[in-house]
Nanobody, 126 residues
Framework: QVQLVESGGGLVQAGGSLRLSCAAS????????MGWFRQAPGKEREFVASVSRSGAWTYYADSVKGRFTISRDNAKNTVYLQMNSLKTEDTAVYYCAANGGGTSNFRLLPPKADYWGQGTQVTVSS
């Protein structure tokens, strides 16, 4: 079993930046593709970004491309989401997820994952 714990959320003004972290408990962290998702009130949970097991490949939703960067540090069992140029539309609960089958399942509707974190709130004010 893998436990995922997000941190780094908070309140920020539009145009600002935040970095989210997701710490995994398992020793097999490097065996999982990792992803970030978000869900705003009244909306479906949506894909934000994902990274392959080695960190060599990354994927982004069009809405965040060029502003957000996903990365991972397998030695620290941690995945990050650097969020720059934040917009009010980015306000949501952000979740990290792990998938042993690679990154493809993250982009299904609804997205599938082996493990989900509990989420961290990101609020962007105007």
């Amino acid at each position: 079993q893998v436990q995922l714990v997000e941190s780094g959320g908070g309140l920020v003004q539009a145009g600002g930046s935040l970095r989210l972290s997701c710490a995994a408990s398992g020793r097999t962290f490097s065996g999982y593709a990792m992803g970030w998702f978000r869900q705003a009130p009244g909306k479906e949970r949506e894909f934000v970004a994902s990274v392959s097991r080695s960190g060599a490949w990354t994927y982004y939703a069009d809405s965040v491309k060029g502003r957000f960067t996903i990365s991972r540090d397998n030695a620290k069992n941690t995945v990050y989401l650097q969020m720059n140029s934040l917009k009010t539309e980015d306000t949501a609960v952000y979740y990290c997820a792990a998938n042993g089958g690679g990154t493809s399942n993250f982009r299904l509707l609804p997205p599938k994952a082996d493990y989900w974190g509990q989420g961290t709130q990101v609020t962007v004010s105007s």
